[in-house]
C-alpha cells in the first residue's frame, strides 16, 4: 500500500513555542493530506483537509490560526502549532488521499506532542 | 447529528476463532465504509473498503460486510492469531466529501 510519513514521531516543547509537523506522501503525489489529532481512547476527529497549493479548509472548532497548515507541493504537508499550550498536547495522525474521492486513506504513524 | 458506534467494551477472543467486530451508524448516508487496525500509540493502517453497492469484500482472513438498509457493518477476522490483538476502527466517507467519520473503536484481544 501508500506510505505515508510523518516526522517527528514524538515532540515535547514548552508552553508558548510553536512546533512543526511534517507529513509526506513517500511513493504517491497527494492533492490532498488531512490532519487528525485523537485522544486517548477516543475516536480521530478531522481537524481540516490540506490541499496543494490552496488555503486548508478547517472544521468546525478549529483554530486556523493556532493551527497553521502548509501544502506546498503534492508531496508535503505541514501542521504547526503555534502557540502551544498543555492542552494541545495530543497525538496528531495525518492522511493522504490516492486518487479521487472515494479512494482509500492512507494514515502516516503519528506524532505524539507534549505541551508542559 | 451523526453517530457511529462500535463497542465500547474489548472483544477477547481464543485464538482459531472468528471475531467478529460490529459497526453501527445512524443519521448519515455513507458512500463507502472503511475499515481500520491502529496499534497502541501509532497510526491506522488501512485493512477494507467497501462501496455502498458491495455486500461483501474479503481479503485473506478478513471479511467485510455492508448492510445500507440496518446501517451496519460487520468485520469478521478468520482464523484469529494473537497478532490480531489491536484496535479495530470503522469509518464513513462520502463521494462529495473527503471527511471521514470515525466509531471509537473496538479493542480486540486475541489470547492463546
Known amino acids: 500500500g501508500a506510505v505515508v510519513s510523518q516526522h517527528p514521531s514524538w515532540v515535547i516543547c514548552k508552553s508558548g513555542t510553536s512546533v512543526k509537523i511534517e507529513c509526506r506522501s513517500l511513493d504517491f503525489q497527494a492533492t490532498t493530506m488531512f490532519w487528525y489529532r485523537q485522544f486517548p481512547k477516543q475516536s480521530l476527529m478531522l481537524m481540516a483537509t490540506?490541499?496543494?497549493?490552496?488555503?486548508?479548509?478547517?472544521e468546525q472548532g478549529v483554530e486556523k490560526d493556532k493551527f497553521l497548515i502548509n501544502h506546498a507541493s503534492l508531496t508535503l504537508s505541514t501542521l504547526t502549532v503555534t502557540s502551544a499550550h498543555p492542552e494541545d498536547s495530543s497525538f496528531y495522525i495525518c492522511?493522504?488521499?490516492?486518487?479521487?474521492?472515494?479512494?482509500?486513506?492512507?494514515f502516516g504513524e503519528g506524532s505524539w506532542l507534549t505541551v508542559v | 447529528s451523526q453517530k457511529i458506534e462500535q463497542n465500547s467494551e474489548a472483544l477477547n477472543i481464543q485464538e482459531g476463532k472468528t471475531a467478529t467486530l460490529t459497526c453501527n451508524y445512524t443519521?448519515?448516508?455513507?458512500?463507502?465504509l472503511q475499515w481500520y487496525r491502529q496499534d497502541p500509540g501509532r497510526g491506522p493502517v488501512f485493512l477494507l473498503l467497501?462501496?455502498?453497492?458491495?455486500k461483501e469484500k474479503r481479503k485473506e482472513r478478513l471479511k467485510v460486510t455492508f448492510d445500507t438498509t440496518l446501517k451496519q457493518s460487520l468485520f469478521h477476522i478468520t482464523a484469529s492469531q494473537p497478532a490480531d490483538s489491536a484496535t479495530y476502527l470503522c469509518a464513513l466517507g462520502r463521494y462529495n466529501t473527503d471527511k471521514l467519520i470515525f466509531g471509537t473503536g473496538t479493542r480486540l484481544q486475541v489470547f492463546p
Open positions: 467497501i462501496r455502498e453497492n458491495e
Open positions: 490540506s490541499n496543494e497549493g490552496s488555503k486548508a479548509t478547517y
Open positions: 492522511s493522504a488521499r490516492t486518487g479521487e474521492t472515494g479512494n482509500t486513506i492512507y
Open positions: 443519521n448519515y448516508s455513507p458512500a463507502y
